[in-house]
């Protein structure tokens, strides 16, 4: 029997996941070379100009789409405890990220960050008193060994903290992630993400925004090459605006379980550029270690 075409609905369908799939891929994608552009542009800004300039570009950008998609900016009752909770944690989060990248590579940063949603169950189990598992465990003691091999570039009795303060700095903010990740889930079904998004970080952007407009000479702007303007322009409007409105988009027409799959998928976006743009090393340490996080955190997400 010959199987009948899709109807209109099902061919729509199909077109909704397969366009979900992309937005989601080119979101990570984005995200994986944020690292990149950050180490470009550290060459002409301290951490605090950079994140200042990022947060005013990435600001008006949320905020055009939110006007283009008529998003409403308000805040939903009981929400306010959850937003100041993550307004206060995202300052530390991104600062203490850039300043870590300064002192390690885009390669590393990567890859150290994607033990994030193992830390994520880890916290949220210990939290609610729950048990773990097995996988959890063993999931945390694979990751740990892989960070030690990454960190130490595959000689761990010869890992110290000052030698790898930046390595150590980028993890601190897998941590701070994971903490912001379990204060806003508290956040009221009907609050909007790209609302929560603005309101989470307008008061970080305002006062990264000032910093730079007192210490950065506007003269000191013009002078910079092409190389610095794309890497700015990337880090605020795509990394921060655009991808984050890719992964609501995505994982609405996706489903969250699926889209956290490709998460697996940003510390090789990273090494992808990193490699041939930023000229970092690779090692056989890289490769084991990585294979390592990303087991350890696909072993402990099993459980869920």
Not at 256 to 267: D, F, S, V
Request: aromatic share 8%; charged share 10%; with cysteine.
């Amino acid at each position: 029997m010959p199987t009948s075409p899709l109807t209109a609905p099902e061919a729509g369908g199909a077109a909704r996941h397969r366009a979900g799939i992309v937005m989601l891929l080119a979101a990570v994608i984005i995200w994986g070379w944020t690292f990149v552009a950050t180490k470009v542009l550290l060459l002409y800004c301290n951490p605090g100009q950079l994140l200042g300039l990022r947060m005013l570009l990435g600001l008006l950008t949320m905020l055009a789409l939110a006007r283009i998609r008529a998003v409403p900016l308000r805040i939903a009752p009981g929400a306010w405890p959850a937003l100041i909770g993550g307004a206060l944690i995202l300052p530390v989060h991104f600062y203490v990220q850039i300043v870590g990248l300064s002192h390690t590579s885009a390669t590393n940063t990567g890859w150290i960050l994607a033990v994030s949603p193992l830390l994520i169950i880890l916290a949220t189990g210990l939290l609610h008193s729950e048990p773990l598992g097995w996988r959890v465990w063993l999931g945390l003691a694979g990751a740990s060994a892989g960070l030690l091999l990454l960190v130490s570039r595959g000689d761990p009795m010869g890992l110290s903290f000052g030698g790898h303060l930046g390595d150590w700095l980028v993890l601190s903010t897998a941590c701070t992630w994971a903490l912001y990740t379990l204060v806003t889930r508290r956040l009221p079904a009907g609050q909007h993400p790209l609302a929560t998004s603005l309101c989470v970080m307008t008061p970080m952007g305002l006062v990264s925004i000032a910093y730079t407009g007192a210490s950065l000479p506007f003269d000191a702007l013009l002078e910079w090459p092409a190389e610095a303007w794309l890497a700015l322009v990337f880090l605020g409007i795509l990394g921060i605006g655009i991808a984050h409105w890719f992964w609501q988009e995505g994982v609405q027409r996706v489903g969250a379980a699926r889209a956290g799959m490709l998460l697996y998928l940003e510390p090789l976006s990273t090494l992808a550029l990193a490699v041939p743009y930023l000229h970092e090393q690779v090692g056989w340490y890289t490769w084991v270690g990585g294979g390592l996080i990303l087991g350890a955190v696909l072993l402990a997400e099993t459980k869920q």
